[in-house]
T-cell receptor
Framework: ETGVTQTPRHLVMGMTNKKSLKCEQH?????MYWYKQSAKKPLELMFV???????ENNSVPSRFSPECPNSSHLFLHLHTLQPEDSALYLC????????????FGEGSRLTVL | GDSVTQMEGPVTLSEEAFLTINCTYT??????LFWYVQYPGEGLQLLLK?????DKGSNKGFEATYRKETTSFHLEKGSVQVSDSAVYFC????????????FGKGTLLTVNP
């Protein structure tokens, strides 16, 4: 138990569906992150939120839309995805933004048909 | 830009064997260096870190030394166990206002009894 909880753990969706991934951290951290993990590729940083403000959007397609309503919750809204978006999506948090000490959730395995 | 290069896996060892996973990096300034581990079906966990040259990070019998002259941060363990089977990621953080944690591609370690 890392203190970062992601739901759902597995998600299968069609290309025309709209779904959301949820992340919650119970650590009192001020920064939250979305990473994409694909086979045989380095982890890709997608979004960074610090004190609920988005501080980085790493050239991510607009079909991925993040939302951070408060410092404990982070969402990733998904719509009109492509099969190549199938991956493990990892949420992480840290005490503050400029540290490499991240606490990761177990991930949401997304399959786009 | 920053980059991390890890030895290609997979690595397969027998229990009690010596482990080395090589990691070299390219970065501007003086980065902090990290090893993360991902056990099957889980998210990443911080294993150890080093924040300046010649620092040695250690945890759970693993250790790595920050070598500025060779830009390396190799992971070692003297006697691996079956429970060490996982994917290991080397990472660096440049810090500052352009904070970003850069990961290597990961090395799969399998330890057989």
């Amino acid at each position: 138990e890392t203190g970062v909880t992601q739901t759902p753990r597995h998600l299968v969706m069609g290309m025309t569906n709209k779904k959301s991934l949820k992340c919650e951290q119970h650590l009192g951290h001020n920064a939250m992150y979305w990473y994409k993990q694909s086979a045989k590729k380095p982890l890709e940083l997608m979004f960074v939120y610090s004190l609920e403000e988005r501080v980085e959007n790493n050239s991510v397609p607009s079909r991925f839309s993040p939302e951070c309503p408060n410092s404990s919750h982070l969402f990733l809204h998904l719509h009109t995805l492509q099969p190549e978006d199938s991956a493990l999506y990892l949420c992480a948090s840290s005490r503050r933004q400029n540290t490499g000490e991240l606490f990761f959730g177990e991930g949401s395995r997304l399959t786009v048909l | 830009g920053d980059s991390v290069t890890q030895m290609e896996g997979p690595v397969t060892l027998s229990e009690e064997a010596f482990l080395t996973i090589n990691c070299t990096y390219t970065a501007t300034g003086y980065p902090s260096l990290f090893w993360y581990v991902q056990y099957p079906g889980e998210g990443l966990q911080l294993l150890l870190k080093a924040t300046k040259a010649d620092d040695k990070g250690s945890n759970k019998g693993f250790e790595a030394t920050y070598r500025k002259e060779t830009t390396s941060f190799h992971l070692e363990k003297g006697s691996v166990q079956v429970s060490d089977s996982a994917v290991y990621f080397c990472a660096l953080s440049s810090g500052g206002s352009n904070y970003k944690l850069t990961f290597g591609k990961g090395t799969l370690l399998t330890v057989n009894p």
